[in-house]
Each structure stands twice: as structure tokens, then as C-alpha cells.
């Protein structure tokens, strides 16, 4: 007979993961990552009248509302007097929504998918990343309108605008380290879902979406510079609009913070990655 002692055993363990982000985890299970990302498209649109004329209605009503507020009423300048106010509001929505769309769709990820999470193994870190294609499509349609409004006005593009995708990217890397943060949190906290949409809208109200950064007295300068979304969408407006950034300090500011918000959020996802399927 065999002693029990001499029964080989099985040690199953776990592969070694990026100390920052999980790269090689995400490229293995790419496939799956593109399948959620495909259906979070699919499901948005299903059984709606009007399908992605939402995604046009909402930043043009947006704009308009801005442009009377802020640029009829209020009588706000925009930076530069060639810009007309309603596209200088669209414009901030159009990188605005984006962001907003990520944090909030990242924050709910793992618990919308709580049937995956708790019954079939692949990195969680997935489930956040899969909202970004949906919502890069939505910024698509929305920059075609953006073109189309600024031919209309004969507002020409410049060099500048090669740094549109720098300014989107740091917009994406800041809703992920935040949404990673919110998600992580989320699973063991549920009241994260209602903290995130108000925590938004102090945010919309605290950025320079529907007003130039410049109009911000001197003596609230200090709060700007704590706010990275100021450097995003001053830089943002820069590379379309060509409207001259008041303080480019603020986006260097901004790359800085959006990068080390993303590792942060990362290494806190990360280390709650494993009690995910015990606790949702």
C-alpha cells in the first residue's frame, strides 16, 4: 500500500502578474476582452427608438445650453473670439462625455458582470477595460459632428491637432485609474454607485467644460491646479479648436497625474483582484 504521505499532489498556483498592470494577462485573454467590449455596444443601442442619434443629441443640447448660459447670458469670452461659444461647449462635452462615460461604466463593471465574476476565472482588470471601445465609439461619432460644425463656421484645424489623441489618451488612463479605484471598492461598497454620479457632477462644475480656464479668478488659480481635468480639456480644445492654453504647467500637471492615478488604481484593483468572487 502507499502511504498517504507518498500520494503525489497537484499545487495549482497562480501566474505571476504585472506589478503595475497586468499586460500579459490582458493580451491572453484578449479574445474575451473584445467579446465583452462588442456586446456592452450592442446592448446600449437594443430596443432604443433612435439608436446612436443619442449619442448626437446629448453634447449638441448640452452646448446649446452652455452657449446661452455662459456665452448670451453670462457673456463668458472662450479664449479666443474666433471660436464661437456653442463649439467651444461641444468640444469640452465631446472629451468631457468621454471620460465621465469610462469612470462611470468602469466603476459598475464588476458588478453588472457579478454572474462572470463569481463563476468563471479570467482577469477581472477585463471587465473595466471592455467599456472603453464602446464609449471611443461614441467619441468617434461625436468628433465627425465636431468636424462637420467646425466646416460650417470655417474654424481650419492646424498642426496642433496631432495632439488630440495625447489629450484623449490622458482623459482615458485618469476615468480608468479612477474607475478601477471605484470598482475595487464597489464590489465590498455598494454605495459607490451613488457616490461616483455626484461626485460627476462637482466635477463638471469644477472643470472648464463650459467655461475657459482663464475666466477662474487669481485667488481660485490653487483649486485649478489640483483639478487634472483642467490641463486635459485646455490641451484638448488646443489640439482642435486652436484655442491658446492659458498654462501649459497645468498640462504637464495633468499627464503626470493622469498616469499615476491609472497605476494606483491598477495596484489597488489588483490587490483586491482575489476575495472579487467571494464578496460580490
Excluded at 471587465?127 to 465609439?137: A, H, K
Excluded at 471598492?185 to 463650459?210: E, G
Aim: overall charge positive; proline content about 5%; aromatic content about 12%.
Amino acid at each position: 500500500m502507499t502511504s498517504a504521505s507518498n500520494t503525489p499532489h497537484l499545487i495549482l498556483k497562480p501566474g505571476l502578474r504585472g506589478v503595475l498592470f497586468p499586460f500579459k494577462a490582458v493580451l491572453e485573454y484578449r479574445d474575451l476582452l473584445h467579446i465583452l467590449a462588442l456586446r456592452d455596444v450592442k446592448l446600449r443601442y437594443r430596443q432604443t427608438a433612435v439608436g446612436v442619434v443619442w449619442v448626437l443629441l446629448q453634447p449638441l443640447i448640452g452646448a446649446w445650453l452652455f452657449a446661452f448660459v455662459f456665452g448670451r447670458v453670462a457673456k463668458l469670452p472662450t479664449g479666443d473670439d474666433r471660436i464661437p461659444y456653442f463649439i467651444f461647449s461641444y468640444a469640452g462635452l465631446l472629451i468631457w462625455n468621454a471620460f465621465i462615460q469610462i469612470l462611470q461604466k468602469s466603476s459598475e463593471s464588476l458588478v453588472s458582470n457579478s454572474g462572470l465574476v463569481s463563476k468563471i476565472y479570467f482577469p477581472r482588470v477585463v471587465l473595466p477595460l471592455s467599456t472603453v471601445l464602446g464609449v471611443l465609439i461614441d467619441f468617434a461619432i461625436g468628433a465627425v459632428v465636431l468636424a462637420l460644425l467646425m466646416a460650417i463656421y470655417g474654424i481650419a484645424p492646424s498642426v496642433s491637432l496631432l495632439f488630440m489623441p495625447v489629450a484623449l489618451l490622458m482623459a482615458i488612463l485618469l476615468a480608468l485609474g479612477i474607475g478601477l479605484w471605484a470598482a475595487a471598492l464597489n464590489v465590498s461598497y455598494r454605495d459607490v454607485r451613488y457616490v461616483v454620479p455626484v461626485f460627476a457632477q462637482f466635477l463638471l462644475w469644477a472643470s472648464p467644460v463650459a467655461y475657459a480656464s482663464s475666466n477662474i479668478p487669481a485667488s481660485a488659480q490653487w483649486f485649478v491646479a489640483l483639478n487634472p481635468m483642467v490641463g486635459i480639456l485646455e490641451s484638448f480644445r488646443w489640439a482642435v479648436l486652436g484655442i491658446p492654453v492659458a498654462n501649459w504647467s497645468l498640462v504637464v500637471v495633468s499627464a503626470v497625474a493622469s498616469v499615476l492615478l491609472f497605476v494606483i488604481g491598477s495596484a489597488i484593483f489588483q490587490r483586491h483582484e482575489r476575495r472579487f468572487a467571494d464578496v460580490i
